[in-house]
């Protein structure tokens, strides 16, 4: 599994859009980019995924450049109940059934 | 998408007693179930993996004695912590997935055990 670095907290407001970037420098061909999102004493909840470019849904948008070594979770517009844990994770979708691996993740906080 | 419950969503128990904790999948099978744990400020960390029918396979330095994991049905994986601690209380958290992106797994909104 690749190796994930994140920032540890991020400080917002609401109305701003915030951008999230993980690095994962020994990412692997095979490799995908996964976010999850986890709010206080809640399980996980998975956000989006990419291998290359860009993908948005109604959630997030999620930036991944040509050398697919980090890549940028963007919640545009952010208000209070987007306080949250985010985590990045990388590995290879041929993995089959297995436990995800989480690192330590970023705590983004949003103020009024 | 998927929905996995958890039961309870919190409990509190006296230090030496033995805690329950379920978890379903409500509206798929689940062949397989990993259990995590977290404590506060920290990430989720995997404690053992639950197969339908078989053994549950445990992370290095969890003891299987202690956290007993039952996947009796499809549906349902229980853990038990026995001979509860005051250093076992943490956030527990179950997940599951449906295939075929191993990578999109739904989680349970997890139980918050404190053992007092």
């Known amino acids: 599994l690749a190796k994930t670095t994140q920032p540890i907290s991020m400080d917002s407001y609401e109305g701003q859009e915030v951008n999230i970037t993980c690095s994962h420098n020994n990412i692997a061909t095979n490799d995908y980019i996964t976010w999850y999102q986890q709010f206080p004493s809640q399980g996980p909840r998975f956000i989006i995924q990419?291998?290359?470019t860009k993908v948005t849904n109604e959630v997030a948008s999620l930036f991944i450049p040509a050398d697919r070594k980090s890549s940028t979770l963007s919640l545009p517009r952010v208000s209070l109940s987007d306080t949250a844990v985010y985590y990045c994770?990388?590995?290879?979708?041929?993995?089959?059934?297995?436990?995800?691996?989480f690192g330590s993740g970023t705590r983004l906080q949003v103020q009024p | 998408g998927a929905v996995v419950s958890q039961h309870p969503s919190w409990v509190i128990c006296k230090s030496g007693t033995s805690v329950k904790i379920e978890c379903r999948s409500l509206d798929f099978q689940a062949t397989t179930m990993f259990w995590y744990r977290q404590f506060p400020k920290q990430s989720l960390m995997l404690m053992a993996t639950s197969n339908e029918g078989s053994k549950a396979t445990y992370e290095q330095g969890v003891e299987k004695d202690k956290f007993l994991i039952n996947h009796a049905s499809l549906t349902l994986s229980t853990l038990t912590v026995t001979s509860a601690h005051p250093e076992d209380s943490s956030f527990y958290i179950c997940?599951?997935?449906?295939?075929?992106?191993?990578?999109?797994?739904?989680f349970g909104p997890g139980t918050r055990l404190t053992v007092t």
């Open positions: 997940s599951s997935w449906t295939g075929p992106n191993p990578y999109e797994q739904y």
């Open positions: 994770l990388v590995g290879d979708m041929a993995t089959g059934r297995r436990a995800l691996t």
């Open positions: 990419g291998y290359k």
